[in-house]
């Protein structure tokens, strides 16, 4: 699901960069991958926190997905030096990623699970292409903060079948996604990170 200017507004903004910096330090401190790694982040819009996380993990490849045409294109024109080559954005949905079982160390999500019609095989799609092993990191809000009476009117989001902390977490779980201690919860938000443990 695209989101719509007010949100596209937000998420281009030096405020929403601040708070991706953080949450990236927090992703770095909870659990590093090694350099070198495979990251895939689903709906990746302007390319900017594509940026950070490259500049504080430094993968070896970085694919930025998102299902707005617009935001593939800004992302993808953000080139600046030689360690853009390792970065691809395209076009895609991340309930159906164009990719193959296993492919990636790890998964990045910063907020856009919730935008998702069908959440849950979002949270699939992310364990299924992530090796054994890899690392989901994701920041998450639940309904109070973007579906109250204000936000219910400037923001577009999916009304039905919407998760709390407790669905998300079971969600994870039932994908083989452990969920590290240190996670930070409240009614409004979640930010962590889960490990994809080997199935039989």
């Not at 090796?131 to 903060?145: H, S």
């Amino acid at each position: 699901m695209e989101v719509n200017w007010p949100e596209r507004f937000y998420c281009r903004s030096f405020v929403r960069k601040i708070a991706q910096w953080r949450e990236v330090s927090y992703f770095r401190a909870a659990h590093p991958i090694p350099s070198g790694a495979r990251v895939l982040e689903i709906g990746c819009g302007d390319g900017g926190g594509a940026a950070i996380f490259a500049r504080r993990f430094a993968p070896s490849l970085y694919h930025g997905l998102d299902v707005d045409p617009a935001m593939v294109k800004v992302a993808a024109g953000r080139r600046k030096g030689p360690e853009w080559d390792k970065r691809l954005f395209v076009l895609g949905d991340a309930e159906r990623l164009p990719y193959p079982d296993n492919a990636f160390d790890a998964v990045v999500n910063f907020g856009i699970i919730h935008h998702l019609p069908d959440w849950r095989r979002g949270v699939a799609e992310a364990a299924r292409v992530l090796r054994p092993g890899g690392a989901f990191y994701f920041e998450e809000i639940y309904p109070p903060l973007y579906a109250n009476p204000l936000f219910r009117i400037i923001l577009a989001h999916p009304r039905e079948n919407r998760f709390h902390g407790p669905e998300f977490r079971a969600a994870l779980a039932e994908e083989g996604l452990r969920l590290l201690p240190g996670f930070h919860e409240s009614c409004l938000f979640i930010l962590g990170v889960a490990i994809k443990t080997a199935r039989p």
